[in-house]
């Protein structure tokens, strides 16, 4: 892990912009939140393929669906939040329903647009999206996954949720190394005693979990689990059998996400202890970030004892 840091929506906003470059089909629409998603970055470069639809998230996906018909390759932009709260209609009705090759961009995701508070942290996204047919999950770590997640849902055939945080966040993967790949997850820390499975920028707190079990005895494998839907089945598996326990860890509600997910494959196909780490049955409130994430048990911490806690339950 280095000392670097990006904030995942710049990365996003210079790649998108880098795609507009190559592709004159990749067009992008926000509502009126492009200074924040940093779509606006596309916009000043390409004005002409560029769409501020306003406070009007329902309508901005569906002129992406309609875009979408053209033989364009909309993103649409918008905080996360709102992605599933107000634009659902036309994401489930005229995206998923008709298959159409529309990537939904759900930035400020987590507790990363941490001082707004409850209206603005996204929460229960993942549970919405991935129980749309037809619609692939992508949550995004660091900036070098941000980069690479976001050419692969362009390069996608098909409706793509492209889950993406607000904060200046670690880099933790070598662009030089690293291979993403929709649908495949990837084994960063090898281990023997359990498997954390993570997602988003909880794999940075996973890896300083990973550390400090390390220094215990504990050799804890981990999983970047970066595609929700479809999840790697055959890594969750194989994790479970290797090790035969496993914790998740997700900046979302323990209901519906990663940790529903990875308990939906391990109870068909090879049962193991299990333990969450994830927001639990409540609302969240504003403050620091850093803060809020240890609050409501998305840290390292947390991880550690979840870990501790699903080995007393494997032996």
């Not at 470069?45 to 909309?74: D, Q, S, W």
């Not at 996360?80 to 759900?106: C, E, H, I, Q």
Request: hydrophobic share 45%; net charge neutral.
């Amino acid at each position: 892990m280095t000392a670097v840091k990006r904030a995942i929506r710049d990365v996003y906003g210079e790649t998108l912009a880098q795609l507009g470059r190559e592709n004159p089909d990749v067009v992008a629409l926000d509502a009126d939140v492009g200074s924040s998603s940093k779509s606006i970055v596309f916009g000043k470069e390409f004005p002409a393929r560029y769409f501020n639809v306003g406070v009007a998230e329902a309508n901005m996906v569906a002129m992406a669906a309609g875009l979408a018909t053209a033989g364009k390759i909309p993103f649409a932009n918008t905080f996360a939040a709102f992605m599933v709260l107000r634009a659902a209609d036309p994401v489930r009705s005229l995206v998923a329903y008709t298959g159409l090759n529309v990537k939904l961009a759900g930035t400020y995701a987590g507790l990363s647009d941490s001082y707004d508070g409850a209206s603005h942290h996204a929460i229960a996204d993942i549970a919405f999206m991935r129980a749309l047919p037809n619609m692939t999950v992508v949550s995004v770590s660091d900036p070098v996954e941000a980069e690479l997640a976001t050419r692969a849902a362009a390069a996608f055939k098909g409706p793509v949720y492209l889950r993406l945080s607000r904060a200046e966040v670690p880099v933790v993967l070598d662009k030089a190394t690293y291979t993403f790949e929709i649908g495949r997850g990837v084994t960063l820390v090898e281990g023997s005693d359990l498997t954390i499975v993570a997602t988003g920028y909880m794999l940075v707190k996973a890896l300083e979990a990973a550390e400090t079990l390390a220094a215990r005895g504990v050799k804890a494998r981990v999983v970047n689990m970066h595609t929700i839907k479809p999840i790697d089945k055959e890594l969750l598996i194989a994790c479970a059998r290797d090790t035969g326990a496993i914790v998740t860890a997700e900046e979302h509600s323990v209901f519906g996400g990663l940790g529903g997910a990875v308990s939906e494959v391990l109870a068909k196909h090879c049962p193991v202890p299990l333990e969450f780490v994830g927001v639990e049955d409540t609302f969240t409130e504003s403050g620091d970030y850093e803060k809020l994430l240890v609050k409501y048990g998305l840290s390292a911490a947390n991880i550690v004892a979840k870990a501790e806690r699903v080995l007393r339950r494997k032996k």
